[in-house]
């Protein structure tokens, strides 16, 4: 089982879900984040006083899949969350030991 | 703590009395205040015309603080100061009406011993004689407008003052210390210089001829330069100049912006106590100055920092207000249009380069817009004053006056301001403390959040 998480730009959100459920992906996390990259921040100024924002709002969406899902799933992201500019993001990919379902006890690949 | 509320409750004993009386004359059918206006010659007679516009002048003013000025600054705190920073704007007003009932209104507006060209202690402090509103029956008149409207009306202008300098000491000043502070300051520095320039005859600054229709002196001056001082004793906030401090909400402040902005109606027209040529003049020059500055800020931001900024606009407009009120009821519309275009781009430089050249942490330019703007039109007055309008033609020696009158208002408020805060931080103490100013003024002081 792998755990893959996508750090993407918020407004690509609905096409990545979108297409990964059409890849057959039931269910996924997200969370609104912040970070930076090689995109950087931005300057802000109020009456003067300048503030480098070093930190940009994103999206972290995390799904856990069977271990033979991950290419297409990785492809699926890449392919969705992409705009060509700078700020699209990354995905990170784990191993994941063990998924339990909480309401039947069920573990392993079938919890998924 | 302890010693302020002994000697809050030994005044009101010793007012008390009179407070009796004063109910007692007000029922009294027959008998009228001395108003300051009442002249021998013929009674004053009572217009409704200008009763109506005086009365919702009144509610504009108010308006102007709670919600106006209160979203103004609150928009521009910090998440965790925006309670603390509209608390202070309502607490003043609920706390300023009642000062003004007890004395404020008396020792601004009390005329006792003034005679004109002379110079006693009545020129600078009104009397007590109006305290708890002594002899304001249904009757009284101030002017052509029942004494009760004109009374209300002060108080108003009595409440933003003060609530305009929170402003300067934002995200760091005890309540209790403020409210103390507000209060002391109200009665030994507000009442005495509206008294000085708005009381008649008599009236140091009045005599001298000081032109202040609607309170360039006596509010913004005032305000602005109280806020200085304030901001310097009170020293910079935590991590001033290296953590940022930008402004959590700059919708509240827009719309806090535009209700000034609208409520200055009744701050300058409704100076003229009267609802004629003179108020609607007031008025327009009003929107002309305030359209006027608010471009002028926002091109100055424009071309020297490369994009015009929402907060910048809010802000030129509010400089504008500012500038136009010491002028309006005496300039002319081309008058209203230079101070205007001057306040916006002289604040834009204040609020921006002068703050930081000299590191002050006046944290949202009480300062920079309403001692700088106040002090641009006061002077301005001097010069675009018309005759036909307000009786007063703009010359260098009217420009003399004017600076005279900024320079005393200056002096008495910065003195005064100065040693009201050293007694209360010996007292007291000012600031909050360092965990309670790093956790916030909504949870440190008032025990609440807005999430």
């Known amino acids: ?23 057959g992906v039931t269910g996924l996390t997200v969370t609104e984040v912040k970070g930076f990259g090689r995109q950087k921040g931005h300057t802000e100024l109020y009456r003067g006083a300048e503030y480098v924002v070093d930190f940009l709002p994103k999206v972290k969406i995390e799904v856990a899949i069977k271990a033979e899902w991950l290419e297409r799933v990785i492809e699926t992201i890449e392919t969705s969350a992409n705009t060509g500019k700078i700020g699209d993001g990354k995905i990170f990919v784990a191993s994941l030991e063990q998924v339990v379902r909480i309401r039947t006890g069920e573990s392993g690949p079938e919890a998924l | 703590m302890k010693k302020l509320f002994a000697l809050l409750g030994l005044v009101c004993v010793l007012l008390l009395p009179r407070l009796v ?55 521009m705190v910090r998440k965790k100061n925006v309670l603390g920073t509209l608390m202070q704007s309502f607490a003043i007003t609920a706390m300023i009406t009642v000062l003004w009932m007890v004395a404020g209104y008396s020792i601004a507006f009390d005329t006792t011993g003034m005679e004109k060209g002379v110079i006693n202690v009545h020129s600078f402090f009104g009397g007590l004689s109006k305290a708890f509103l002594y002899g304001m029956g249904k009757d009284s008149l101030t ?18 003052t003060p609530a305009l300098i929170t402003g300067a000491f934002a995200d760091r000043m005890k309540f209790s210390a403020m409210m103390a502070f507000t209060a002391l300051w ?4 507000y009442a005495p210089i509206a008294h000085m320039v708005w009381s008649g005859d008599g009236g140091f600054m009045w005599d001298m001829g000081v032109l202040d229709f609607a309170g360039g002196t006596v509010v913004h001056i005032n ?23 930008a402004p959590h909400n700059l919708t509240l402040t827009v719309i806090g912006a535009a209700m000034l902005w609208v409520g200055w109606f009744g701050f300058n027209a409704g100076s003229a106590a009267a609802a004629d040529g003179r108020a609607g003049m007031a008025m327009a020059v009003t929107q002309i100055a305030t359209g006027a500055a608010a471009l002028g800020w926002m091109f100055a931001e424009w071309i020297g920092k490369g994009k015009p900024s929402v907060l910048g606009i809010a802000s030129g407009a509010v400089a504008g207000l500012v500038a136009i009120t010491p002028a309006s009821g005496f300039v002319g519309p081309t008058g209203g249009l230079v101070i205007g275009l001057v306040a916006g781009v002289v604040c834009f430089w204040s609020a921006t380069s002068l703050k930081r050249m000299l590191k002050y942490d006046d944290s949202l330019d009480a300062f920079g817009v309403h001692g700088i703007g106040g002090i641009v039109g006061a002077l301005l007055t001097g010069i675009f004053a018309v005759e036909s309008i307000g009786g007063t033609q703009g010359s260098l020696l009217q420009f003399m006056i004017q600076l005279k009158g900024t320079a005393i208002t200056i002096v008495y408020t910065a003195i005064g301001t100065y040693l009201i805060l050293k007694a209360l931080d010996w007292a007291m103490g000012l600031r909050v403390t360092e965990e309670q100013e790093r956790e916030g003024l909504d949870i440190a002081l008032h025990g609440e959040r807005i999430e």
């Not at chain 2, 002017?143 to 933003?160: D, H, K, L, N």
């Not at chain 2, 109200?186 to 520095?189: K, R």
């Not at chain 2, 305000?223 to 953590?243: C, H, M, Q, S, T």
């Open chain 1, 1 to 23: 089982m792998k755990l893959v998480t996508a750090i993407i730009k918020p407004f690509k959100l609905d096409e990545v879900r979108e297409a990964l459920s059409a890849i």
């Open chain 2, 21 to 75: 009386l004063a109910e007692d004359a007000a029922s009294a059918p027959g008998i009228a205040a001395p108003a300051a206006v009442v002249s021998a010659a013929a009674a004053p007679r009572l217009d409704s015309g200008a009763t109506a516009w005086m009365m919702t002048s009144t509610a504009l003013v108010l308006l102007m603080t709670i919600p106006g000025l209160a979203l103004f600054y609150g928009g």
């Open chain 2, 143 to 160: 002017g052509s407008i029942p004494e009760s409207v004109f009374m209300t009306f002060q108080m108003t202008f009595a409440i933003i």
């Open chain 2, 186 to 189: 109200s009665l030994l520095i």
């Open chain 2, 223 to 245: 305000a602005g330069v109280a806020g200085l001082v304030a901001a310097l004793v009170l020293g910079p906030r935590l991590g001033y100049g290296r953590e940022p401090m």
